[in-house]
């Protein structure tokens, strides 16, 4: 019943294809960008008329996962770090959102294809930045992973 597509190239541009189309129609509907990280704060300073596409929009992300488990095989998840290296990745990720005003998908997917130089910016320095991080902790501090 289930089937594996991990080394289908057409699984990314599916994928790629669906997520361009759920920020257009947020876009085009609600007048929205489709930032999570913009998404998930605006859960916490309530406006009327304002939480029900927050929430449905999340759920949308994580039942899609549910969804997709019963007709195909899910990719393994491995993590080779200990769960302090998390804490620091995921303190430093809610930082430099806050910092760059905006998440990967608000500025690397929605920004982008809307030709807003900051987006563009922003993109260049997550990117770097991640290449950077991992060439640091892979090639130089090695013995953090240890």
Known sequence: MFMNLDAVPWNAAVGGLMIGAAVTLLLLFNGCVAGVSGMVGGLYRVQKGDIGWRVTFILGLILSVVIWRFFFV?????????????????????????????????????????????????????????????????????????
């Open 74 to 146: 899910l990719p393994e998840i491995v993590i080779e770090t200990n769960y302090t290296m998390l804490a620091l990745a995921g303190f430093l990720v809610g930082y430099g959102t806050r910092l760059g005003s905006g998440c990967t998908s608000g500025h690397g997917v929605c920004g982008i294809s809307r030709r807003s130089p900051r987006s563009i910016a922003a993109t260049i320095v997550f990117m770097l930045a991640g290449f950077m991080t991992v060439y640091l902790l892979r090639h130089v501090f090695t013995f953090w992973l240890g």
